[in-house]
């Protein structure tokens, strides 16, 4: 997921204390997923939250609030899906439990993996095995913008170009 890298530490508009406020953008998406795992979008809330406590930043900074933001938005439709589908299921296999009235549980959840559509396993799989790619990327994307170096993500970081204003906005500047 990582496009371009590349030192900044010899450029001398982007102070030390701006590395760590960017990198933080990323870990907000961390942090977030101690509440967000039962809803996707808590994580892209918290995303937003950062960005709006720094908007008035630097650009190095704002960038990559919206960077880890459009990240973030981009797994909101696979999350929800796979919540929903997992919700269904098993509110459609416990309507089932209950009106039969069978005392056999063990033969129940057998009826569940029965039941559940083939597609559900792997489509289950595909997303927790993208949120776990999406924790590392994010992590060590973490890690490297704090040492100094500028990760743009493949495709989300032309996006992010295109978002994010060049203006100065820090009202503290001359």
């Not at 960017?22 to 937003?48: D, E, H, Q, T």
């Not at 299921?89 to 039969?100: K, T």
Request: net charge positive; with cysteine.
């Amino acid at each position: 997921m990582e496009h371009t890298e590349g030192s900044l530490k010899n450029k001398p508009l982007i102070y030390p204390y701006e590395y760590e406020q960017a990198s933080k953008s990323y870990l907000m998406a961390v942090v977030a997923i101690i509440a967000g795992i039962p809803l996707p979008v808590i994580n892209l809330i918290a995303s937003i939250g950062y960005y709006l406590a720094y908007r008035k930043s630097t650009y190095f900074v704002r960038w990559h609030c919206i960077q880890s933001a459009i990240g973030q938005a981009l797994l909101i439709p696979f999350n929800s899906i796979a919540i929903t589908w997992t919700v269904k299921n098993i509110y459609y296999n416990s309507e089932r439990l209950f009106s039969n009235g069978s005392d056999n549980i063990d033969l129940d959840a057998i009826n569940f993996f029965q039941v559940t559509s083939s597609y559900f396993f792997p489509y289950i799989t595909f997303v927790i095995l993208l949120n776990i790619a999406e924790f590392i990327i994010v992590i060590r994307t973490a890690s490297r913008v704090a040492n100094g170096n500028n990760v743009r993500w493949w495709g989300i970081a032309r996006l992010t170009d295109m978002i994010c204003s060049k203006k100065d906005r820090n009202p503290y500047t001359i």
